[in-house]
């Protein structure tokens, strides 16, 4: 059973940032691709932004401009910086892992932008 752990979602008022966390195992990612993706009530799963293994990044149009993905490899860790929120933003994040046909999810964080 693989496991991605999450760390860093809550609370923040619009305007304000977050940074978000997803430590994997080293088998896991040092060759699968990571992303963040988000879920808000009564929507279907979206993209938010991935990485490769090498280091190539991909963001969903409402992330670009204010969320940056990296990657600590000797931490087997990936982040999203996200700046300037909005309440549209509002939604659980999940971390991804994924292959040509196999990937894994974590269990999500929330993030909450309200004043």
């Known amino acids: 059973q693989v496991q991605l752990v999450e760390s860093g979602g809550g609370l923040v008022q619009p305007g304000g940032s977050l940074r978000l966390s997803c430590a994997a195992p080293g088998n896991i990612f040092s060759i699968y691709a990571m992303g963040w993706y988000r879920q808000a009530p009564g929507k279907s799963r979206e993209l938010v932004a991935t990485i490769t293994s090498g280091g190539r990044t991909n963001y969903a149009d409402s992330a670009k401009g204010r969320f940056t993905i990296s990657r600590d490899n000797a931490k087997r860790t990936v982040y999203l910086q996200m700046n300037n929120l909005k309440p549209e933003d509002t939604a659980v994040y999940y971390c991804?892992?994924?292959?040509?046909?196999?990937?894994?999810w974590g269990q999500g964080t929330q993030v909450t932008v309200s004043s």
């Open positions: 991804n892992a994924a292959l040509p046909g196999n990937a894994y």
